[in-house]
């Protein structure tokens, strides 16, 4: 299901900036450039990266202030995964899985043969894991190239 371009307080705010509130107290609000259909990733900084329908990935702090925005080539609808290092990554469907760096620069992206609007997976060893509309699994390493 799709929300609204306004993102409500994450009851995950709450313990990320330890604020001693009620369950459900609305913290913040963020009116992101159109529909948000990506859950919400939480970086150990507290950082709060989403996609919208507005062809951006969004960085907000823990406490609703908008850090970065990056401009995909389509629509994101998966939910970002974050890597040890910091980089996000994300898929979108221009049929690319993107790895942008903490700071909101592009790091590169990857043209999968098809949408993907499935989360990343990261293994332990950094190997980056996503299927494509394609009908494909890949394997990328931590700079992009295809493993398999």
Not at 65 to 89: H, L, M, N, Q
Request: glycine letters at 14%; proline letters at 5%; zero cysteines.
């Amino acid at each position: 299901m799709q929300s609204q371009s306004l993102i409500a307080v994450l009851m995950l705010a709450l313990t990320l900036t330890g604020v001693s509130q009620s369950p459900g107290t609305k913290l913040w609000e963020f009116t992101a450039g159109g529909g948000i259909g990506s859950s919400p990733a939480i970086a150990p900084d507290g950082s709060i990266y989403f996609g919208s329908d507005a062809k951006k990935l969004y960085a907000l702090s823990p406490d609703g202030a908008k850090k970065w925005e990056f401009a995909a080539g389509a629509e994101i609808r998966s939910a970002p995964s974050i890597g040890s290092d910091g980089t996000v990554y994300f898929g979108a469907e221009d049929s690319k899985l993107y790895a942008v760096n903490a700071d909101g620069t592009a790091r590169w992206s990857f043209p999968a043969g098809g949408i993907v609007d499935t989360s990343p997976a990261l293994g332990t060893n950094g190997t980056i894991y996503f299927s494509s509309g394609g009908g494909k699994l890949y394997a990328l390493n931590t700079a992009g190239a295809k493993l398999w």
